[in-house]
């Protein structure tokens, strides 16, 4: 009797020091919760392409975006137009900005895109990215084509016109041309031969991208 009485003393004696600690736990694993779900949040939806605003080939597309810069917040705007998405010949390649011959079990297909945007717009910095009926992902590579390396997807190699960086909005120097108004240019990717082309992706600021249905 003795020793039972002996720990159940024990035990009661560790519940009583724990019982604030007990009482706790599931607001502690609440805010767990809710922590990583913030981290998820941060690291995985916001450092990805993850909200696609769904345009169509063919249409002018009017699109909207918020930056901020050192002295504020403010809006980026143009209107967009994907024109077409073709895979070239193999004399287009030969002849044109690749000015080489494609690797074997590859192709090269042209993206076709016009913009409408004020000069003083910042664009430059735009990225692309074909996208295959099986959800595989192209991204543009600069090593793939000619253009002058060409770096912004969405303006031209000669004229980029303004972009942000750090924090900064750089504007062209005083012996560089404006960028036109309203302007069309031809990017080019190299991709399996067998790949199908189902999307053209456009994108400034992720996690939000502009979503082009288009084909090759």
């Known amino acids: ?29 609440v805010l767990a919760l809710a922590a990583s779900s913030d981290r998820v949040k941060t690291y995985w939806w916001e450092a990805d392409l993850h909200d696609p605003v769904v345009a169509e080939q063919g249409e002018w597309f009017e699109y909207s975006q918020p930056y901020e810069l050192d ?39 042209e993206v076709s895109l016009s913009v409408a945007a004020d000069p003083n717009m910042p664009l430059a910095g ?17 090593s793939m084509v000619g253009e002058i390396e060409a770096g912004s997807v969405c303006t031209p190699v000669s004229t980029p016109g303004p972009m942000t960086l750090f924090g900064k909005l750089e504007m ?5 041309e404006p960028r036109p108004k309203e302007y069309s240019l031809k990017r080019a990717w190299v991709i399996p031969k067998d790949a199908v082309v189902s999307e053209f992706d456009l994108w400034w600021e992720i996690p939000e991208y502009i979503a082009f249905r288009a084909g090759s």
């Open 71 to 109: 002295d504020g917040k403010h809006v980026m705007s143009l209107r967009v137009r994907l024109d077409s998405v073709r895979t070239m010949t193999d004399a287009e390649v030969s002849a044109g900005s690749l000015g080489t011959e494609l690797p074997e079990g590859t192709k090269a297909v």
């Open 1 to 29: 009797m003795k020793s039972f009485a002996r720990h159940s003393n024990r035990r009661t004696g560790w519940l009583s020091r724990n019982r604030w600690g007990l009482g706790l736990m599931p607001l502690a694993t």
């Open 126 to 142: 735009c990225q692309g990215m074909l996208r295959g009926d099986d959800g595989t992902q192209y991204a543009y590579q600069q």
């Open 172 to 176: 062209p120097g005083p012996d560089e």
